[in-house]
């Protein structure tokens, strides 16, 4: 089973995901702007959202007539957090080889 910050990290690693996730860090964006931003297609910046949104990366925002998408900063906090306990498990096992 994929923990939840091991799933964001995954979701981070393709590159119009990021460009969402780097465009959202910026304020709430709707699927129009994104779509600008990005030179995507809808259908394809809408099924990114739906996984981001999946994963808890982004809620969506009902205004009048638009939905705005926002990230969730805890669920980045979590996934960043994630990565620097790898780093430092890595830093202090480097010169722990296993025996053969």
């Known amino acids: 089973m994929i923990s939840a910050n091991s799933d964001v990290v995954r979701l981070l690693a393709d590159p119009l995901r990021d460009r969402i996730v ?3 860090a910026q304020g709430p964006a709707t699927t129009s702007h994104l779509v600008a931003e990005t030179g ?3 259908p394809n910046v809408s ?3 739906k996984q981001l949104r ?3 990366v982004v809620t969506a925002e009902p205004r009048g007539r638009f939905t705005f998408y926002r990230l969730v900063p805890d669920a980045l906090q979590g ?3 994630h990565l ?3 780093a430092a498990q890595a830093r202090a ?3 722990a080889f296993r025996a053969c």
Request: proline residues 0%; hydrophobic residues 50%; glycine residues 10%.
């Open 54 to 56: 999946e994963a808890g």
């Open 47 to 49: 099924g990114h959202l």
């Open 22 to 24: 780097r465009i959202l």
């Open 84 to 86: 620097a306990d790898l």
């Open 79 to 81: 996934a960043a957090l």
């Open 93 to 95: 096992t480097a010169d």
């Open 40 to 42: 995507a297609k809808q």
